[in-house]
T-cell receptor
C-alpha cells in the first residue's frame, strides 16, 4: 500500500518551454503532498508543501511563479516548471502523506528534467 | 533552521560486514526521525522511523536504528550486510515546523 507515482519519469525540453509533472497517490487519499528537488550528490530540498484545495506553501528562495503547484484532488498534485531554463534541470521528487498515516511520507520515483 | 548531518558519503564494504551510518541533527525540540533507502533506479522507501517510545527501532531487512537524545543522533545499523543492501541511505528529521529535513545521504556499496 501507499504507492505514489510520478509522470513523466524523464523529460527533455527546450529552454523557454513549460513542463508539467504529475504526482499521484494510487491507493490512498493524500491530504498533503510535498515537492522536492535533488541535485547530484546532494540531499533532497523541500520546494513546497501543498494541501488539497488550498494554495501551496513555498520554501524560502523558491519562486512560486516559476514553480506552479496545483493540488486539485486528494490523489493528484501537479508541478509546472514555467519558462524552463537549463539551471532548472534537476531531479524532482514528490511525496504524499495521508490523514491518519502519521508523519510518514511516501515518495514517488522522481522525474528527471533536462532543459536544453 | 534544523540541519541533518550524515558523514562518510561513500561507504564500501564486503558482504557479511557490519554497517553503521551516522546521523546527527541540530534541532533541540521534539523530533520525528526517519531513515529512507533508495535502491539503484528506484524511489525512496521508508526503512524505519522513530516517533516515541523505545529508542531502539527495528526496521525492515534487518536494519535498526538507535535514538540517543543527548547526542542528537539516530544512527543506522545492520550487523551483516548483503550485496542487495547496495543503495543510498538518507536520514530525515521532522521537527516542529512540520518540514522534513534530509541529510546528504550515504552511498553504500556492498562487494560480493
Amino acid at each position: 500500500g501507499a504507492v505514489v507515482s510520478q509522470h513523466p519519469s524523464w523529460v527533455i525540453c527546450k529552454s523557454g518551454t513549460s513542463v508539467k509533472i504529475e504526482c499521484r497517490s494510487l491507493d490512498f487519499q493524500a491530504t498533503t503532498m510535498f515537492w522536492y528537488r535533488q541535485f547530484p550528490k546532494q540531499s533532497l530540498m523541500l520546494m513546497a508543501t501543498s494541501n488539497e484545495g488550498s494554495k501551496a506553501t513555498y520554501e524560502q528562495g523558491v519562486e512560486k511563479d516559476k514553480f506552479l503547484i496545483n493540488h486539485a484532488s486528494l490523489t493528484l498534485s501537479t508541478l509546472t516548471v514555467t519558462s524552463a531554463h537549463p539551471e532548472d534541470s534537476s531531479f524532482y521528487i514528490c511525496s504524499a502523506r495521508y490523514s491518519g498515516g502519521g508523519e510518514t511520507q511516501y515518495f514517488g520515483p522522481g522525474t528527471r528534467l533536462l532543459v536544453l | 533552521a534544523q540541519s541533518v548531518s550524515q558523514h562518510n558519503h561513500h561507504v564500501i564494504l564486503s558482504e557479511a560486514a557490519s554497517l553503521e551510518l551516522g546521523c546527527n541533527y541540530s534541532y533541540g525540540g521534539t523530533v520525528n526521525l526517519f531513515w529512507y533507502v533508495q535502491y539503484p533506479g528506484q524511489h525512496l522507501q521508508l526503512l524505519l522511523k522513530y516517533f516515541s517510545g523505545d529508542p531502539l527501532v527495528k526496521g525492515i531487512k534487518g536494519f535498526e536504528a538507535e535514538f540517543i537524545k543527548s547526542k542528537f543522533s539516530f544512527n543506522l545499523r545492520k550487523p551483516s550486510v548483503q550485496w542487495s543492501d547496495t543503495a543510498e541511505y538518507f536520514c530525515a528529521v521532522k521537527s516542529g515546523n512540520n518540514r522534513l529535513a534530509f541529510g546528504k545521504g550515504n552511498q553504500v556499496v556492498v562487494i560480493p
